[in-house]
């Protein structure tokens, strides 16, 4: 029997229920009152990459500019007024993010970075320095977000450090505590936030998108496929946001997204033996590491190129944090120590060594993990792709087709700017005021010969 496309009309088609569709539907129906959203997704909503983070969020993000500090803040604002409607439904904390440095050159370094973070918007620094007159030093609660302080900790005082963090190797001499920063459950806020939208009339279709239509450079129309069954519906607004697939989404409206993708992996193990406290904040190596290999290991290690690489000194950023309740003994652990532009493919292979790995550069920081090394723990690794512009920033807003929008390239930071580039894609699409941080996110920003010559020279990425 040949089946008949089924066709209606909506104003706003969404393609991608991520936490990025979610979030941009809930704008549209909910603080827009748009009516007649459309939600479309071949897979469960949060599935593909939104469930597999990290979880975390920062309002820490380097310059040029202050529109990553910006849109981060807004995003936390509004992530906060959802949590106190919801009585915390998504277990929002405020632990904090923990820089950790041994090497004593690089205090100058921190200085400077809490100086910058400071005047772009992150907050006041109180520098804790082992003096009288210092400011108290406020430990972040395990549970809830509210009457923290914001900005950071800059510790320098010893006693303090060891004190505060007897865990963490004895060769730190310098700490950033970052306090407008946690973590959070995702799929809880995510679906939330589809409850919500939906109660607004969002409506979820499980279908593949096809193609759009595009007339006289306007959106005319979506096609699905959903099972064997072809729909079509007309529509004058369609959002890509459609996560690791931006690239393939937008060459269906003629639109050649400046994305590429990386593979990132992430940890959970049972830290049975209670190394790290389970109220502690997130906790990141920012020095290099050279792994401390045995002479046999090391001989096995160079036989290939690929595996002589890790005799090599390996780049910053591992990190671990506690996950679940206080009953829980997971902990996640994520190094990016290998990271190239890949084509993002499901399902992807994992390196069998990851795990290992990992475990190895946390020792680094966290020495009494070291009682895993010999017989390694359990521990499932999962992850998916950062999809990212160049310089690491996302693309929210207009596209060069009537009707055509982008909410994505939100790399290894979507879920904690989910909310703010929900809200502020909403903006774009029903024409209301946009923020003063709008500009810097728009695809036109590379049309800017300014913003060209800042591109050639750009500094740090925020990446972990
Ligand atoms: C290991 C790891 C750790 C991370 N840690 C953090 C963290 O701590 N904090 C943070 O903020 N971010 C983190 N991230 C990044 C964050 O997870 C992503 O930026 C975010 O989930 C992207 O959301 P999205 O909605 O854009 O994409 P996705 O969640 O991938 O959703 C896109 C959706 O589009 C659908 N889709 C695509 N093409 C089509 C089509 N043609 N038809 C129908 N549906 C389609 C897909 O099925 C998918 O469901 C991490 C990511 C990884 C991999």
Request: hydrophobic share 40%; glycine share 8%; proline share 8%.
């Amino acid at each position: 029997m040949i089946k008949h496309p089924q066709r209606s009309t909506v104003e706003v088609v969404i393609c991608g229920a991520g936490i990025a569709g979610i979030s941009a539907a809930y704008h549209l129906a909910i603080k827009h009152g748009i009516e007649n959203v459309v939600l479309v997704d071949e897979r469960a909503p949060l599935s593909l990459t939104s469930d597999k983070s990290t979880e975390c969020y920062r309002n820490m993000w380097p310059g040029p500019g202050d529109a990553m500090v910006s849109l981060m803040n807004r995003s936390i604002d509004i992530m906060e007024n959802l949590a106190h409607e919801s009585s915390n439904i998504f277990n929002l904390n405020r632990r904090g993010y923990l820089y950790a440095t041994a090497d004593p050159n690089r205090i100058p370094y921190f200085k400077r970075f809490a100086k910058e973070a400071n005047e772009l918007g992150v907050g006041p620094v109180r520098y804790h320095t082992d003096q009288p007159n210092d400011p108290a030093y406020t430990p972040a609660p395990a549970i809830g977000f509210e009457d923290q302080p914001a900005g950071i900790d800059l510790i320098l005082d010893q006693k303090r450090i060891r004190h505060a963090f007897p865990y963490l190797s004895e060769k730190v001499v310098a700490l950033i505590h970052a306090r407008r920063c946690g973590w959070f459950s995702v799929q809880q806020l995510g679906m939330y936030m589809l409850e919500r939208a939906k109660e607004r009339g969002v409506r979820f279709i499980p279908a593949r998108v096809e193609g759009v239509e595009v007339v006289g450079s306007k959106i005319q129309a979506v096609h699905l496929r959903n099972g064997g069954m072809p729909i079509t519906i007309s529509t004058r607004n369609f959002v890509n946001a459609a996560g690791p697939f931006l690239k393939e989404v937008g060459r269906m409206v003629g639109v050649e997204l400046p994305v590429f993708s990386e593979l990132h992996l992430k940890i959970s193990f049972k830290d049975h033996l209670g190394v790290v406290p389970r109220n502690a904040p997130m906790l990141i190596w920012t020095d290099p590491i050279r792994l401390p290999w045995l002479e046999e290991e090391r001989a096995l290690l160079s036989e290939s190129e690929e595996t002589k690489q890790l005799l090599k000194e390996l780049p910053p950023s591992v990190h671990t944090r506690p996950e679940g309740g206080p009953d829980s003994d997971i902990l996640i652990g994520l190094w990016a120590y290998h990271i190239v532009p890949v084509e993002p493919v499901f399902p992807f292979s994992i390196d069998p060594r990851y795990s290992e790995i990992v475990l190895r550069g946390l020792v680094t920081m966290i020495p009494g993990l070291k009682v895993y090394i010999d017989r390694l723990p359990k521990s499932v690794v999962d992850g998916g792709y950062y999809t990212k512009t160049r310089e690491n920033r996302p693309l929210i807003g207009k596209l060069p087709v009537e009707g055509a929008y982008v909410i994505g390239a939100l790399s290894g930071f979507g879920v904690m700017t989910a909310c703010g580039a929900g809200e502020l894609l909403a903006a774009h699409l029903t024409g209301s005021k946009l923020p003063h941080y709008a500009p810097a996110f728009v695809l036109e920003r590379y049309e800017d010969p300014g913003y060209q010559k800042l591109l050639e020279d750009w500094g740090e990425s925020g990446q972990l």
